[in-house]
């Protein structure tokens, strides 16, 4: 499978057809979506016709210097005090969108939560993700989406775990 750059993944279909691809060849059984154009967790799930917990909200953020992928569950809050504290860092940002263009080749809102190889960033997952059998999320695409096992999306995933929310 080949690691995706921005140079080459400006093509929205190239992440969504990667991850296909990278689930297929593990042989794992996974739901396709396509809807209507989402730009909330909320409209996502109503789209999806899935509870909202199950969503996995895929956020890049700047640890000091350094840009990585989290991801938690869409009916939760993120606690940018408890990343701090994880990683000893002394400030924390979201992205801002000509950055998350230039990393990842998407807009916000279709970020996919697969680090490497679909996105080259580090993936850390926050530990409400484990509470749902069920993980939906926007592949690539604002139209696009994907249900799949929990289990197997931590096996393919290979985050490292952490508690990074809150409730709402």
Request: hydrophobic share 40%; charged share 25%.
């Amino acid at each position: 499978m080949k690691r995706l750059h921005p140079s080459n993944n400006s093509d929205l279909g190239t992440v969504l057809e990667s991850i296909k691809d990278l689930l297929r060849s593990k042989s794992v059984q996974f739901k396709e979506v396509h809807h209507q154009p989402t730009r909330t967790s909320r409209e996502s799930a109503l789209a999806r016709g899935e509870n909202l917990a199950i969503g996995g909200k895929a956020l890049v953020l700047k640890v000091d210097d350094t840009f990585k992928l989290f991801v938690l569950s869409a009916a939760r809050r993120l606690d940018s005090s408890a990343i701090k504290k994880h990683f000893h860092a002394k400030g924390i940002r979201f992205a801002g969108r000509e950055e998350l263009k230039k990393l990842t080749g998407l807009e916000p809102g279709s970020i996919p939560p697969f680090g490497r190889p679909i996105i080259d960033l580090e993936l850390f997952v926050d530990e409400s993700i484990l509470n749902n059998a069920k993980i939906a999320f926007n592949a690539g695409s604002l139209t696009d989406s994907i249900v799949m096992a929990v289990k197997d999306y931590l096996q393919l995933a290979e985050p490292k775990l952490f508690s990074f929310s809150t409730k709402v």
